[in-house]
């Protein structure tokens, strides 16, 4: 065991391992280490620098009773404002929070034993496991386990839990599952595993257990806070935070699976201007091309897309177009990209990583060469002709079969690095539009940590039509507003509807509306049944052949359902002062704009039990209705004054309370 300081960092070399922690940020660590000769100098989420801090390190000895005897050991630690890490002579880490502590590594093995009688498990904190016939390791990082500790973060998973204490979540990225691996815990720390690797967390009740299936070192990041705000603030100043969000796409985005031509998206636009309806953005999905991977309009049925886009300039809307990864064999730009070495590679088998409509290998955007050749593409075929944004769909990547050893990419293979996918995507549009000095807001299905800092707004995927689904969302989207996240939407109403004609759907559809009213960005999508409408033409391929789904817009759910759609489009029109406060805070600090309820009550033990309602900001608690033919629910208050909105009623917090909540009003108070 050597100890050594080095300026801000302390380092510990044991049985090959070097072991680097260092200042990183306010009462924050860094911990690193490697079984290499070398750390590797990649930051990967912490693209910040961090704000100068000079620890405390201190190197020394410590007693500890073995067998009946004072044995003499080596110690170091090292403290950062709140937080201080202590290494032992086993090299076991332990972490602090103002002297108390909070987080240890789990080991069970002979000699410096942290639980006595645990000896023969032989198991160890740091397990780095050699990749036979590779350079890399597949590592295994454990924790003790804290009783009553609630955790929340890490992006985006389909599923009922919001305190993630006791759940297991693959560390990899799926249609509607987003690894951003950042965690709050009610002990008041914050955690970045700053590895993008595929891999598993589980935070079981015996103990934590990291995974990353493939790796060069071991990398995370930890901090001290006084409540959940504090630590997302220290969070974002390191991995960046999103830029101001544009005030003329805070209204309503309109989309449907899918406009086919440009009379259909004109005829859409003026139908919303004679209603009387302003809407922000116009989204043109999928299938609007020739082929995958030509990234260009089909011009039969998009014969004019300039003047398209200036018709709806004209009208203040401003125009999104859908970018997809995927490369078909038939596309003109496929033998050329194959060619240079651009798309993803796989291992064994035939090149392909995606089958849907084609045959089709996806871009490898960790090559700066495929990000150029692509954003030349698009940039003389979208953004030339005046398209505003692109919706970059199928961003992490959705692969035909989540294979992902079975892929590689430029440098490294898919396993070591994969979760980083959906961001390099982004940024072969960030990176070039940003340069005009205009806001840059595109859509994506994917994320990672620090993706909010390239002008992603990250929707929930393609998600079922029911209730038990949006009552997920609204977790998904509360815990990946904590992992710093906060552009955040999803399709209203579900994306997969069977019969829009449906009434239980169309209940569903409202509720689901009001709540995105009370979300950051308001967005019509979906792909509503009954398929019934004829393609175009009988072509296998073009913008005519592929299927659309029914109409989406405001009044196509019938009278009853319009009026009241069209009432909370008031809403959110007459909240727009208020939201653009929200997204200046987002900018600011890092808040979501959809929050936990103890994110604005930390001191309320109720708020850390609640996941059915949430907090719009800081003043409107919103209390979604999640089941069909539900007419009345509880709500929390916590401390303060409430309004209700739906009759100005004026109730006390600290209580439950039962408030109507007919088809027409979803229960909102706010705070006065």
Sequence with gaps: MLFQKEENALIVRRNGETLRVEAWGPDALRVRATMRSALTDQDWALTETPAASTPVIEIGEEERREEGNLVRHPVASITNGRMKAVVNFAGVLSFYRDGALILREYYRSYGGTISEGSRCLKIVNRDWKGIIGGSDYRLTVKFDPNPGEKLYGMGQY??????????????????????????????????????????????????????????????????????????????????????????????????????????????????????????????????????????????????????????????????????????????????????????????????????????????????????????????KNYYDLGIDAFWLDNSEPDYGVYDFENYRYQDMPALSCSNLYPQMYSRIFFDEMQKTGEPVVNLLRCAWAGSQKYG??????????????????????????????????????????????????????????????????????????????????????????LHTGQPNELWSYGEDNYKIMKHYYDIRIAMHDYIRSLYEEAS??????????????????????????????????????????????????????????SDGSVYDGGQTVEVDAPIEYMPVFERV
């Design 158 to 379: 389909q599923q009922q839990d919001l305190n993630l204490k006791g759940c297991v979540l693959e560390l990899a990225q799926r249609n509607s599952q987003i690894s951003v691996p950042f965690l709050i815990s009610s002990l008041g720390y914050g955690m970045l595993w700053n590895n993008p690797a595929v891999g598993r967390v589980s935070f079981a009740n015996n103990y934590t257990e990291w995974i990353a299936r493939s790796t060069k070192q071991m990398d995370y990041w930890i901090v001290a806070g006084d409540a959940p705000k504090d630590i997302l603030t220290k969070y974002t100043a390191v991995t960046g935070r999103a830029p101001m969000f544009p005030e003329d796409r805070m209204g309503l985005w309109q989309c449907k699976l899918r406009y086919r031509t440009q009379e259909e998206v004109l005829e859409v636009a003026h139908a919303y201007e004679k209603e009387g309806i302003k809407i922000d953005q116009i989204v043109i999905d999928f299938f609007h091309w020739t082929l995958q991977g030509d990234w260009k309009f089909d011009r039969k049925y998009w014969p004019d897309p300039k003047a398209m886009v200036e018709e709806l300039h004209r009208m203040g809307i401003r125009v999104i177009v859908s970018v997809w990864p995927s490369v078909d064999r038939k596309s003109e730009n496929f033998g050329p990209m194959m060619e240079r070495g651009l798309l993803i590679k796989t291992e064994r088998g035939a090149a392909q990583t995606y089958d849907y409509q084609g045959d089709c290998v996806e871009i490898d955007p960790f090559n700066p060469e495929t990000r150029q050749y692509v954003w030349e593409i698009c940039k």
């Design 456 to 545: 992603n707004v990250v929707w929930s995927g393609d998600v079922p039509s029911t209730f038990r689904a949006f009552y997920e969302q609204v977790q998904a989207g509360l815990n990946i507003g904590l992992a710093g996240i906060p552009w955040w939407t999803t399709d209203i109403g579900g994306f997969m509807t069977d019969d829009v004609n449906d009434p239980d759907f169309r209940q569903l559809l409202i509720r689901w509306y009001q709540f995105a009213v009370y979300s950051a960005v308001f967005r019509m999508h979906g792909d509503r049944g009954p398929y019934n409408i004829p393609p175009l033409d009988d072509r296998d391929w073009g913008g005519g052949y």
């Design 588 to 645: 600011e600090n890092g808040s979501p704009l959809i929050r936990t309820m103890f994110y604005e009550f930390p001191e309320d033990p109720r708020c850390w039990e609640i996941q059915d309602q949430y907090m719009f900001g800081s003043q409107y608690l919103v209390a979604p209705i999640f089941a069909l033919n539900t007419w009345k629910r509880e709500v929390y208050l916590p401390e303060g004054k409430w309004k209700l909105t």
